[in-house]
């Protein structure tokens, strides 16, 4: 193996611990071997690649990963998943190691909304609540009121009073769906997710005619022409649990790909189409989220860096709004 030490130093310059693994190792048993060593529990999002997913303790939505966070006894919580994943569970967890395999898994949804810019966006609607969604920063979480995620962002909307002005940040996309779905106004931030804003509803449509009786399944990340021809829109577990409840033999999955692994798995005699681009890149893969890999999640957990710091007053101002969605979710039985 290379030297620890100097991968150590370049830690904070590459994001990630850049040391030689002996190609002979087995590493799905190496990182068995290691969470129980060290009562390390991995988390993981569907959109991680398959081995990260077939290696996780849990794999879940943004949701299912931060109740998973708070109730966890692991003593590391090794998050294979983006930065603001990984940073919610260290705020769920001040005594706990987080662990990310490479610190560089930002988000571009979450990079929309600087918190020194939108403080002054808040300041000129004083009577605003403001409802973030997960994908944020610990900065803009210590700068709202609740925290949602796709899969209760209606029930939070709808268990504030109906004359209750709201701000929604940052994604404008999934801020005019609730709108819809809710019948209010709320104020959105102008953010965005480069990945789901990449779907071709020219492509999509496309593929409609020629799988007729595909169900086109979509989250609500997408911009709204591409959410006006799903057949169903949710969270990434909504999303696999329709399609395991559904008759259809046949679906259009509008989200990132790596949703396609469990849907999969858990549905072997189906066929998962992932809908393309707008153009030939594999845009449809999130750069971030597939940072990440096996290597560099042995290497985390076997060293146990790089780690997810944060200064106490922040985690404090970050957990009010987290712990009141997760409170609310509990009241919904979500
Ligand atoms: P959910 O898994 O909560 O639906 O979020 C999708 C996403 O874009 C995460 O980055
Ligand atoms: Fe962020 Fe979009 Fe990637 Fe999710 S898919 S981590 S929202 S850039």
Redesign the pocket.
């Given at each position: 193996m290379a030297d620890i030490n100097i991968a150590k130093s370049n830690l904070e310059r590459v994001g990630f611990l850049d040391v030689d693994i002996d190609p002979t190792i087995d590493l799905f048993a190496e990182i068995e071997k290691l969470k129980k060593e060290k009562n390390a529990i991995i988390l993981a999002?569907?959109?991680q690649e398959p081995d990260i997913q077939d290696v996780a303790d849990f794999i879940?939505?943004?949701?299912g990963l931060a109740q998973q966070a708070e109730k966890t006894n692991a003593d590391i919580i090794v998050f294979a998943?983006?930065h603001f994943?990984a940073e919610t569970a260290k705020i769920l967890n001040p005594n706990k190691k987080v662990l990310l395999p490479d610190l560089n898994a930002g988000?571009s949804?979450s990079d929309s909304a600087p918190p020194e810019l939108f403080r002054l966006f808040k300041e000129k609607h004083p009577d605003h609540i403001v409802i973030t969604y997960?994908?944020c920063s610990a900065g803009m979480k210590a700068l709202s009121d609740i925290i949602c995620?796709?899969?209760n962002a209606e029930k939070i909307i709808e268990s504030l009073p109906k004359e209750q002005n709201i701000i929604f940040a940052p994604d404008k996309n999934l801020g005019a769906y609730l709108n819809k779905k809710t019948g209010r106004n709320m104020v959105l931030w102008n953010g965005a997710?480069m990945?789901?804003e990449i779907f071709s509803l020219e492509k999509i449509t496309k593929l409609k005619i020629r799988h007729p009786q595909a169900k086109v399944i979509a989250?609500p990340?997408c911009e709204a022409p591409v959410l006006a021809v799903a057949d169903f829109i949710?969270?990434?577990?909504?999303l696999l649990k329709y399609s395991e409840k559904s008759d259809a033999a046949e679906f259009i999955v509008v989200?990132?790909t790596g949703i396609l692994h469990q849907m999969q798995k858990s549905n072997p005699n189906k066929t998962f189409i992932p809908a393309p681009p707008n153009n030939s890149c594999a845009c449809n893969d999130?750069p971030h989220?597939k940072l990440n890999t096996l290597e560099k999640l042995y290497l985390c957990m076997e060293y146990e860096t790089p780690e997810i710091t944060m200064a106490e007053d922040l985690r404090l101002a970050a957990l009010k709004p987290i712990q009141r969605m997760l409170d609310i979710s509990k009241q919904y039985g979500l």
């Open positions: 999002h569907y959109y879940g939505d943004s949701l998943g983006v994943m988000c949804l997960i994908n995620t796709s899969s997710c990945v789901h989250h990340e949710g969270s990434t577990t909504a989200t990132e999130c989220m």
